[in-house]
Structures are given as C-alpha cells and as structure tokens.
C-alpha cells in the first residue's frame, strides 16, 4: 500500500512550528523571549527523553526553557514552592510540571498550584473548566489539541462524526471528549468514551468514524474492531519486552498498526503521529502566553 492514508504528525507538527517561530520571531523583535519552565521529580526514564525533546525543540525555536531536576524524594512543599517562585517571574510564560509525578506527591495539589496563565499543559482546573465550558480563553492540554489539530489539517470532517475515544485520563481523554464534542467549528462530534468498565468495547469501535486509541495497553485495537474506511489515531506509547530488541523492549501503540492500516481510511503511524503534535501544541501555547502577557503590559 502507498503511504497515502498515513496521517504524518512530523510533518504537521513542523507546519505547526513553522508559524509558532515566526511568532517567536515577532516578540524577540520586540524584547520579548519566551519563557517556558520544565520540572521533573525523579529520573524516570522516560520523562527524561520527553523532556530533552521539548527543551530541542524549544531552542530551535527561539523559546528560552530552563529545566528545573528535584530529587526523586523531594517534598511536595518543595515542588509547591518552586512553583510559587515561577508564578511571580515575569520571565516566565509558562510551566511544565511532567506527568508521572512520585507517589508522594499530590498531582492534583501541583497542578493546581502553577498560575492558569501559565499553565501551558492546560492541567489546571480553570483551564479544565474553561475547555468543558467552551470558552477559548484557557489552554487546552497538549495531546488532545494536537489530535483535533492532526484531524483539522488532515481534512478530516469532525463535526456530526461518530467519534470513540478510548480511554478516559485526565491528560487525554477526558478532554479531548470535551474538545471534540465542543458546539465549535471543526468540533460538533458525537463522542464516545470507552473505559475499563464499559461493556463490548468492540461494538462501539466498529460505529467509529474516528477512533482514538489512548488507555495505555499494547495493541489493544484490532483491525476486526475497525469500521472499513475510518480515521484511526493511535495516542500510546507502551513498552513491551523484547529479547531480540537492543535494550530488551520496544515501544508500541494502543493499536494492531500492521492489521489495522489497510482497513482504515486514514491512520497515524506510531511513533511520527500524535507524539510531534504534542510538543507543537505546548510551544504554541507558551508563545500565546508571553503574547498575552506582552498585551497585559502594552
Ligand atoms: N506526561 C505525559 N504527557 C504529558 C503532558 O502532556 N504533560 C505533562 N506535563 N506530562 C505528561
């Protein structure tokens, strides 16, 4: 098959970047940088690599990121207070606290604690209230918005589309639901969520005109759970073992790729789909937020 019905994330996210620089560009020009803030608690291995892309990407751009490192053991009241010194710098447009947080640490507590203004992860419950409410005064959290992104700029038809998410987390799911069902041009879907608890999954992905795979396990779709000709978008990134792989696992999506490609009318590959737009909707928002903050001041 030819590679017409893979939907390239790199290649939208660098459409994305494109006009995110160019807004960068506009502010240095005028004395304005962009400040974005990572936090990490602990070394878990994977937020290292999430990380080290943003702060990549990031500098390519022209945003200035500074990433703070707290000890795996950290207080939380250490965390919280890091936060609050953030909050009060002007230099600072926006804070990324990366998501998992050590046990001892109270999610919710945090992301509560970042300004919503600075909020470029769109965690915190005003920005989370905005989304479900419809106002688009808020950030939207980074997943969903590139998912809706990579649907718009595909030319995938949203409104009136029967849209099954699977998966309800507070990162991705949820509100992307919110996003997908907003009364809103390129939204207006009717929307689905399927979770741990929901009875025949299967006879709810094959109604999907657009099925978003994001609960976190291996390979769960199917192709026989695919409707001929829908829009499959795969959000996971799960490790499995792999003896035969050079550090013993390989990473794969929520879906069959392989088995499920040929049925779809369009898909995202895994890694290359959803994974670049995320970083391209967080710079995005951090540039709308020194752009807010510049506003304030004028
Ligand atoms: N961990 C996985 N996805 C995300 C995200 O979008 N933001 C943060 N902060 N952590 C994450």
Known sequence: ????????????????????????????????????????????????????????????????STTHVLAGDAPEAELLALIEKLNADAAVHGILVQAPLPRHIDGARVYSAVAPGKDVDGFHPVNMGKLVLGDPSGFVPCTPAGVHELLVRSGVPVAGAEVVVLGRGNIVGKPLAALLMQKAPHADATVTVCHSRSRDIAAHCRRADILVAAMGVAEFVKADMVKKGAVVIDVGVNRVDDPAAPKGYRLVGDIDFAAIRPVAGRITPNPGGVGPMTIAMLLQNTVRSAEAATAARA
């Open 1 to 64: 098959m030819s590679d017409s019905n893979l939907i390239d994330g790199r290649a939208i996210a660098a459409e994305v970047h494109e006009s995110t620089g160019a807004r960068v560009a506009a502010l240095r020009e005028r004395g304005v940088v962009p400040g974005l803030v990572f936090i990490r608690v602990g070394e878990d291995p994977a937020s290292q690599v999430y990380v080290g892309m943003k702060e990549r990407m990031s500098a390519k751009l022209g945003i200035q």
